[in-house]
Each structure stands twice: as structure tokens, then as C-alpha cells.
């Protein structure tokens, strides 16, 4: 597996290479980060990944610096499941100035995640515009578990005329439902024991719409409710339409989604459930 860190190595690196499908990541691999290589190579010649941990998505008192950082691990798994060249740009490669031109990402950007992190978009859609740039991928690979990022990159890339396909994939999740995250080591051995009823909480959410029941606000309160009744700090659960994240009309026929996002201990988690 061949690694640069400058844009221009990457570009030179990368040309005449076929095919790109590239993998945008953080670092911090687990199997979920490693299905979605193996889906990526499905789609194209050349599997490219990248590491680098994006200061611009997180808030003033997020995690940026506790961040996990396990980059020769990382790089080890990569090469393991094939991919072919790693992109890992320093802060200074990315951005050598002050980073005043911002992707602005419509109204989306401010529901669900967005309203308790305020800015994160705006610095996801940012940086993924910029590792395009440098990358020039034909398909880009990105996680359902992160859907409402999913969302607005496949409208940013669209709305922008990229010539990129932009692929889903499925949450890889633990056998008791759990969906596979970074931030899952910050769990203590009993959070760890409850963490799973995010999962299932949804989950139940799902069966009841499946089954008719179209009172999205008391499938909402009776979600939050339980998670509350064992210790959660919940942020959201919110039944939405799959097309644009916002509230269902009452009268059915739309793809819909069940998501939240919750507090257990110290880390945040979230999770989303298609129905």
C-alpha cells in the first residue's frame, strides 16, 4: 500500500490509476470502516482511503483532541483488506491558511445532528470537497450510519455537478445491534452492557410503522421514555422521510427512517434504522 501526505504526491500518485473508489475516514478503523473498503472494491481499479482528523467538524467542546489516533493499526488493516494507496495529509498539507472558503450546506444542516452541532456539516461537507479535490474519485464509499452526512454529501456532489457516484454503506454492528463506532472505546464495560438498546429502541420503532401504527409522536416519547428510565442523555428520536429528513405527512406512502442520537457516560452515540 502506497502512503502520501501532500497533495502533491497524491495527485501524481494517483493518476493513470483506472477506476477511483475512495473511502474518506478518520482513522480509528474497525470493521466497519474495513466493510466499507471491501464494498469499494467492488466499484472501481484502485481503492483509495484517507486518514486525517478534521478539526473543522468538531465544536469547541467536542473531542477533537482525545480523538483516538491509532494510525499504524490503522494502516495495517487497510493494507490487509487491499487498499491500494492511504492519503494521510497533516493539518498544515490540508490546510496551509486559515480555511475562510466554506462549503454551506442548505437548511439539512441545521436538523438532528446539526442543531446540537452547530457547524458540523458545514466542516464534513468542507474538507470532503477538499479530499475530492486532491483524490479525484470516480465513486466515493461513506457509511449509513452517519445518514444524515450521507444525505447532504450526495447533494453537495450533486448539486455541484461532481463527477462522483456517491455509495452507501450498510451499518456494520456488533451481535447484540450495536453499530460498530470510534467512539465505542470511550464505553465502560457496563455502558458497553447497555448500549445496544439505542439499537433496539429503534428497531422497535420500525415494527410498529411496519405494522400500521402511524403515531410517530408517541413511538418517539415511548423511545425516548426508556432510554431516559436507564440513564441515556438523549439529544433526539425522530421518525423522518428518508428523501429530505423531514417530518412525514400522516398519510403514508413515503421511505422513512427512525434515528437518534444519545448520551451514555461520557460518549455520544448514534444510530438510525431505515423502514
Excluded at 491558511?97 to 442543531?115: A, D, F, T
Excluded at 464505553?187 to 411496519?210: G, H, K, M, Q
Excluded at 418517539?220 to 426508556?226: G, P, Q, T, V
Aim: hydrophobic share 40%; proline share 6%; net charge neutral.
Amino acid at each position: 500500500m502506497q502512503i502520501t501526505s501532500t497533495l502533491s504526491d497524491t495527485r501524481a500518485a494517483l493518476r493513470n490509476r483506472g477506476r477511483i473508489v475512495f473511502v474518506p475516514t478518520m482513522g480509528n478503523l474497525h470493521d466497519g470502516h474495513v466493510s466499507l473498503m471491501r464494498q469499494a472494491r467492488e466499484h472501481g481499479d484502485t481503492v483509495v482511503a484517507s486518514i486525517f482528523v478534521n478539526r473543522l467538524q468538531f465544536g469547541p467542546n467536542e473531542d477533537f483532541d482525545k480523538y483516538p489516533r491509532t494510525f499504524a493499526a490503522d494502516c495495517a488493516k487497510l493494507e490487509a483488506v487491499g487498499v491500494a494507496h492511504l492519503f494521510a495529509p497533516t493539518e498544515a498539507d490540508l490546510y496551509p491558511e486559515p480555511q475562510q472558503y466554506l462549503v454551506e450546506p442548505p437548511e439539512i444542516q441545521n436538523l438532528l445532528e446539526g442543531r446540537f452541532r452547530p457547524g458540523h456539516f458545514r466542516g464534513v461537507a468542507t474538507v470532503v470537497l477538499k479530499l475530492f479535490n486532491v483524490v479525484q474519485p470516480h465513486v466515493a464509499v461513506f457509511g449509513k450510519k452517519d445518514y444524515q452526512q450521507l444525505m447532504i454529501l450526495r447533494a453537495m456532489t450533486r448539486q455541484l455537478a461532481l463527477p462522483i457516484d456517491i455509495v452507501g454503506g450498510e451499518t456494520v454492528r456488533a451481535g447484540d445491534g450495536l453499530a460498530l463506532s470510534s467512539r465505542n472505546g470511550y464505553l465502560t464495560p457496563e455502558e458497553r452492557a447497555e448500549a445496544p438498546r439505542l439499537n433496539r429502541v429503534l428497531t422497535r420503532i420500525r415494527d410498529a410503522v411496519r405494522g400500521g401504527d402511524r403515531d410517530f409522536a408517541r413511538l418517539e416519547r415511548e423511545a425516548l421514555a426508556e432510554l431516559d428510565r436507564h440513564g441515556w442523555k438523549t439529544d433526539y428520536v425522530a421518525v423522518r422521510r428518508q428523501a429530505d429528513l423531514r417530518e412525514p405527512s400522516p398519510d403514508g406512502g413515503e421511505a422513512l427512517v427512525a434515528l437518534a442520537a444519545s448520551r451514555l457516560g461520557q460518549p455520544r452515540l448514534i444510530d438510525n434504522v431505515e423502514i
